[in-house]
């Protein structure tokens, strides 16, 4: 909606063209939904995820964020293009949402147990902040609205290498939300594509939910 809105408004252009910005950027994907697609029907299987899309969209838009992409079970979603209120508003924004999204599962867990799927379906996720390329890419004739870089690909290698319910972040993100979210140092990580190991942190919960808790970083 917000990319619809700045083309019919007259501030973006459709054409093939990016630029940089600092973006912090999330992927998310669903913990055993690859098993679940080989038992049900196709029909229970896209009312299940899109069920759960629109749930996790609306939670999305409801913190600022632009839905990037679907693909399959996994998201991507962009905070700070086209609208910005700064690299640290952006980064709690996102982390809000994810927090929240985390939370949502629970309902949704409820409610397709009552259909019948008893599998514990949990989600992951990753976020990062950096300096990312945003823009349209593709040919004239069919261009996708997309960000690339090497910060987009630590985020998703971070939701990949994520737990079920964990929310793992980078050294930048922490920096900027480690003051209103409390988050546990899981140490350097090595991440495929990357030469040195990531630093990087679990997301616990807000701080104002939690109160002085020595045991966290």
């Known amino acids: ?14 054409r093939l063209e990016t630029q940089r910005k600092k973006l912090t950027v999330f992927f998310s994907d669903i913990r055993g939904f690859t098993e679940l697609a080989e038992e049900l029907e196709a029909e229970a299987l896209t009312d299940l995820l899109n069920n759960y899309l ?6 999305a838009l409801k913190y600022g964020g632009t839905i990037d992409k679907f693909i399959g079970d996994s998201v991507m979603i962009v905070f700070g293009d086209p609208n910005t209120q ?4 952006d980064a709690v924004a996102a982390l809000s949402m994810a927090i929240a999204m985390r939370k949502h599962m629970k309902v949704l867990r409820q409610q397709w147990r009552a259909r019948g799927i008893t599998k514990p379906l949990e989600i992951r996720m990753g976020l990062n902040t950096g300096y990312c390329t945003v823009g349209n890419f593709g040919a004239d004739t069919c261009m996708d ?6 910060d987009v690909n630590l ?12 929310i793992l972040i980078s050294h930048e993100t922490y920096s900027l939300i480690k003051d209103v979210i409390m988050c546990r140092d899981k140490g350097q990580a090595t991440v495929k594509g990357f030469a040195k190991p990531i630093q990087v942190y679990q997301v616990v ?3 104002r939910d939690l109160g002085a808790t020595s045991s966290y970083v």
């Open 86 to 89: 700064g690299a640290k508003k």
């Open 155 to 166: 985020a998703s290698r971070l939701e990949s290498a994520a737990e079920s319910g964990e």
């Open 1 to 14: 909606p917000q990319v619809w809105q700045s083309i019919f408004s007259g501030k973006k252009s459709v």
């Open 205 to 207: 919960d807000f701080r």
């Open 54 to 59: 629109n749930e996790m969209s609306k939670i």
């Open 145 to 150: 609205y997309t960000i690339i870089g090497r």
